[in-house]
């Protein structure tokens, strides 16, 4: 039988702010949920576009040329190629949708780094 | 500036069931909603596996040797090949996540058909 994703229940078990974890792989991506607190790096990935949806909380997208807000419901789409920042208005439960491929601090070597083929499945 | 997407407020712009119209496009794959009401046509995609998930509503994913319910916040994936039938339970509003060849009716061709390059982007 297929598996069934309740999206709240999973981001419940989520701990650190910043860890994706793998929910589901469609097609050569994944679906990550992750809980986002405070400030990220900037970052940009250069082959794969990146999906944002907020859950629950807010988040601020920001970019060298301005900002979008996110909050329950909502959605963006990051280009590959373009610097990005996000951020937590209010601690926010966030789910990604990306290419298997994605490292999460794309570019850019952070403490936050989790290389693609060392995220967890949940 | 990037375009951030509310999803209800794209659902509720739909007005006939079963027809899914793009709200966004990362990485090859189509983001699209679709209102569901009553039951479809039984179908599967030979090469794509389809993500649903409900925003609001109630659906069951028929499959031939079982069923999966959804309600609000939780997903599934159909992998390719796999034949289901979506049915609403109860009036559904519905995110799906899949490669933009998609044919929303898959194998068979009925009054539902919509072909990949003639859906609407809103």
């Not at 439960?93 to 999460?104: M, T």
Request: net charge negative; charged share 30%; proline share 6%.
């Amino acid at each position: 039988m297929l598996r069934k994703v309740n999206l709240k229940e999973k981001l419940g078990t989520l701990d650190a702010p910043w860890v994706p974890k793998v929910v589901a792989e469609p097609n050569d991506q994944y679906v990550k949920v992750a809980k986002f607190e405070g400030e990220y790096v900037w970052h940009h990935h250069a082959d794969e576009d990146e999906l944002f949806l907020v859950v629950e909380g807010e988040i601020e997208i920001q970019l060298r040329d301005g900002v979008v807000r996110l909050g329950p419901g909502e959605l963006v789409v990051v280009p590959r190629g373009v610097e990005h920042r996000p951020v937590a208005v209010r601690s926010a439960q966030v789910v990604l949708f990306e290419p298997k491929s994605v490292r999460n601090t794309g570019n850019v070597d952070h403490a936050y780094t989790i290389e693609a083929d060392e995220l967890e499945r949940i």
